[in-house]
């Protein structure tokens, strides 16, 4: 059965073995169209009982009885029916519901992997793209600062941000930040 490769055998051993043949799609199908039938020829039973009931106790008029007395008393058994007729109705359209459900949810678990897949091989590119985002992010930051000079300044232990006074000829150490904003350099 192609549309359960997928399901653990433990589970499928606890099924009872006259529902096993009803995972697969094509016996499905079959078992769900005779349900339908039945539930349509019990709709048409039920509808033709109503009918029935509703002819004869509708007509059952009492001596002293109101104009709409008899089809009240007849209304008590003819809601029973109705459900019936609802029932059946709907009972067939849960079959149909059935079998397009489970066609939706096979061709949905066959199309996981693929899925999966695509999506694994597209974060892959993300991160690859991102990858090489930074390392040319990194390239700049070590190519501007080892392109920066050297100076005497750095070296006289000031600390970043404060003037080296009269003896540097007022120039201010730079920080990291300059490295962002080279227009003043």
Do not use: C
């Not at 992997?113 to 694994?120: F, S, T, V």
């Not at 930051?141 to 920066?148: F, K, N, S």
């Amino acid at each position: 059965m192609p549309e359960i490769e997928h399901l653990n055998t433990e589970v499928l051993n606890r099924v009872p073995a006259e529902f096993r043949p009803l995972l697969n799609l094509d016996h499905l199908t079959t078992w769900t169209l005779d349900r339908q039938r039945e539930h349509n020829v019990d709709h048409g039973d039920y509808e033709a009982a109503r009918a029935m009931f509703q002819t004869v106790l509708r007509s059952q008029v009492v001596e002293g009885d109101g104009k709409w007395s008899a089809r009240r008393r007849a209304r008590k058994v003819e809601k029973h029916l109705n459900r019936l007729v609802k029932a059946s109705r709907d009972a067939a359209q849960a079959s149909e519901g059935l079998r397009t459900a489970y066609a939706d949810h096979v061709r949905t678990v066959a199309a996981l992997p693929g899925q999966r897949a695509a999506k694994a091989k597209a974060k892959a590119d993300r991160r690859g793209q991102m990858n090489t985002f930074a390392t040319k992010s990194l390239n700049k930051t070590v190519g501007a600062m080892t392109a920066r000079p050297e100076s005497d300044d750095e070296a006289s232990g000031e600390t970043a941000g404060q003037s080296a006074g009269k003896g540097s000829g007022g120039r201010t150490v730079r920080g990291v930040n300059d490295l962002f904003d080279r227009k003043g350099a």
